[in-house]
């Protein structure tokens, strides 16, 4: 855990009462016990938070979902939502003084409805991501949500944590990409937002309030998400660039380029290359170019490629050679299939657990104004280096949407303590020069346990004021993830 004090959350134990009653709901294969099954429940993807659960309740529909939590709510005992436990920030990993349940949405897996017509789909919160995208696929659609943890990550918590990733640019993040939601509130009742409007003015809208939660307002149960048409004629290309200033220019002229086709544009260094190669078997460098800056640039067109018409490669083609000659590319590759395609995308995707395989680091999920990157890293990685000259910078990221992931890998050699006693000094630099640019300290991964001092240091008293009064009004036992996001 975190230096973080721990903050008081409810600690009404499970008892064996509460255990009949919860068995008496969801049965016996809704309930993990022992501590071996629990275990990779109240542990966090990177392994560093490690927390404690009495049980953890694995309920198969809606309807269940709403007796667990009207149960907890009567008896107060706190309750940790959970989908695939792929999030970065702590925010499904129980506190060591959870005395409560962790409920996981796993089995609630189905597919509930296609209208490729009126493109969209209705899902439940368990279901997989890449799942979705294949669900989509498969009706001639497109669900766009795509981020390197796709294979393990569920919906509810996409939705939950407001998640980014590599098609922000184009389609908006996950609260974009949403209709409708089906929500247990924090008392045990059922929510049915279940709509698949595009326009509805009526009142407050509900939904957004619990996007971005991080599951501390209620349980999302479903979800009505947009589709798109599929992409038929994509262009994937790894660009060897001369600086980040150089990256955002040609994001800037890519738009009109591509006929307003740009689909990612993913800043990468060569030392994140460099880490991807080192750890993931398989991988491939697209570019034997020793410089120190990349991009990761794809354009997509819904409309098929005519024979003999100019489709996205060429374009593609004739602007990198424009860019050459302006000088902000040095040299590119254009990827020639779906293999070498998906080898660019994997060396992009895998940075999350190659740095974990590569030793202690930290990193900072942040976003500025797009213009501000080239300042932001130049200043941010001066100000890490001056408090330890020996750290090693590892900045990349969606710099179509201003979001930086400035990660930085321990000194060789160097422990996790050791490093710890630096990181609150490089976290204050980092969080008070993003601050000076009006920027967010956290872009897209939420705040969970890690952020909750930083949230509490950088948002004003009337955001956090109006947070609380929101919590407290939903959630006035403080039952639903207790001391996430917000300290009360
Ligand atoms: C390799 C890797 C790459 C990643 N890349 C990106 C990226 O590009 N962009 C990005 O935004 N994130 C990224 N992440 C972070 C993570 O994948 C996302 O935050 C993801 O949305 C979390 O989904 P999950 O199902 O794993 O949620 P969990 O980790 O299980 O939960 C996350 C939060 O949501 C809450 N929650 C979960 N389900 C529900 C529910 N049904 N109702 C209410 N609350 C719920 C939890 O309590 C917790 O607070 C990455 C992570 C990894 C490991």
Same mark, same amino acid.
């Given at each position: 855990m975190p230096d973080t004090a721990i903050p008081v959350i409810p600690t009404i134990p499970v008892t064996p009462a509460v255990l009949e009653s919860l068995r008496a709901i969801v049965g016996d294969k809704g309930l993990i016990l022992d501590d071996q099954g629990k275990q990779p429940f109240v542990t966090d993807w990177r392994g560093s938070l490690v927390g404690t659960a009495a049980v953890v309740v694995r309920p198969a529909n809606t309807e269940e979902v709403s007796k667990v939590v009207k149960l907890c709510y009567e008896q107060g005992i706190a309750i940790v939502p959970q989908g695939g436990n792929t999030g970065l920030m702590g925010g499904a990993t129980p506190w060591p003084t959870h005395q409560g349940i962790l409920l996981s949405l796993g089995r609630m897996n189905h597919v509930l409805e296609v209208d490729p017509v009126g493109y969209s789909m209705t899902v439940e919160a368990g279901c997989v991501l890449q799942t979705l995208q294949e669900t989509a696929a498969s009706h001639d659609r497109f669900f766009p949500l795509s981020l390197g943890a796709q294979g393990s990550c569920m919906i509810g918590g996409n939705l939950s944590t407001n998640a980014g990733g590599v098609q922000v640019l184009r389609y908006g993040n996950a609260r974009n990409l949403v209709l409708g939601l089906e929500v247990v509130l924090p008392n045990g009742e059922i929510w049915n937002g279940l709509r698949s409007l595009k326009k509805d003015n009526t009142g407050y809208d509900l939904k957004h309030l619990f996007m971005g939660a991080e599951g501390t307002l209620g349980v999302i149960t479903?979800? $009505? +998400?947009? +589709?798109?048409?599929a992409p038929k004629d994509v262009c994937t290309a790894w660009l060897a660039i001369r600086d980040p200033q150089a990256a955002i220019e040609i994001l800037s002229e890519a738009h009109a380029a591509s006929e307003d086709n740009v689909g990612s544009c993913e800043l990468m260094s060569r030392a994140c290359t460099d880490m991807v190669l080192r750890h993931i078997p398989g991988t491939q460098d697209p570019l034997k170019a020793d410089t120190p800056w990349y991009l990761l640039l794809e354009w997509s067109s819904s409309r098929p490629r005519a024979d003999g018409a100019e489709g996205m490669s060429e374009k593609m083609e004739q602007f990198l050679a424009d860019q050459m000659e302006a000088g902000r590319v040095l040299d590119a590759v254009i990827a020639q299939n779906e293999a070498q395609s998906r080898n660019m995308w994997v060396i992009r995707e895998a940075v999350a657990p190659a740095s974990r395989a590569e030793g202690p680091g930290l990193s900072y999920d942040i976003s500025v104004a797009i213009s501000k990157i080239p300042?932001?890293?130049?200043? @941010? $990685?001066k100000a890490a280096l001056d408090i330890l000259p020996s750290i090693r910078p590892y900045p990349l990221g969606h710099i179509g949407d201003g979001n930086i992931h400035f990660s930085f890998m321990g000194p060789k050699d160097m422990d996790r303590a050791t490093l710890n006693q630096y990181t609150p000094a490089i976290t204050r630099a980092v969080n008070d020069l993003v601050t000076s640019?009006? @920027? =967010? *300290? =956290?872009?897209? !991964? @939420? *705040? @969970? *346990?890690?952020? +909750?001092?930083? +949230?509490? !240091?950088?948002? =004003?008293k009337i955001e956090l004021d109006t947070m609380r009064s929101i919590k407290r009004a939903l959630d006035p036992k403080n039952i639903m993830n207790p001391g996430k996001v917000l300290r009360l």
């Open positions: 479903k979800a $009505v +998400l947009k +589709l798109w048409p300042q932001f890293i130049d200043q @941010g $990685v640019m009006a @920027g =967010s *300290i =956290s872009a897209e !991964h @939420g *705040i @969970g *346990i890690d952020k +909750l001092d930083e +949230l509490a !240091h950088y948002r =004003s």
